[in-house]
């Protein structure tokens, strides 16, 4: 690996860890946990205090895998689904963990 790969990396991984530091799921507050590729959308809702995985859902799903898995359209569908499976599973608030990344309007 080269040496400025080397330094994006690193400087990555220092910021992954600053936010996660701040960042805890517990079963009153989980985390919510957004992982994105240019194909796909992933979407997990985590109970870090457990250590387990409460609610997910993602674009690779049967139902879900018709059409491009990265747009705008496939990550609204991924939200009201895992905010339905949040709802039936008894979880009203969660604590976004962003990575190392901005998600916002002007990024998606």
């Known amino acids: ?27 009153a507050r989980p985390r919510l946990a ?3 590729t240019n194909k796909h959308i992933s979407v997990q809702v985590i109970d870090d205090d457990a ?13 879900l895998r018709s059409g ?10 991924i939200g009201a689904l895992v905010a339905q499976r949040a709802k039936a599973a ?5 604590v976004l963990d962003r990575k190392s990344t901005r998600l916002n309007s002007s990024h998606t």
């Open 68 to 77: 491009n898995g990265s747009s705008t359209a496939a990550a609204s569908k």
């Open 90 to 94: 008894g979880i009203t608030q969660v």
């Open 34 to 36: 957004v992982y994105r």
């Open 1 to 27: 690996m080269s040496n400025i790969a080397q330094q994006r990396r690193n400087g990555r991984i220092v910021r992954h860890r600053r936010v996660r530091k701040k960042i805890h799921g517990t079963a």
């Open 51 to 63: 250590g387990s995985t409460l609610v997910a859902a993602s674009t690779t799903e049967a139902e």
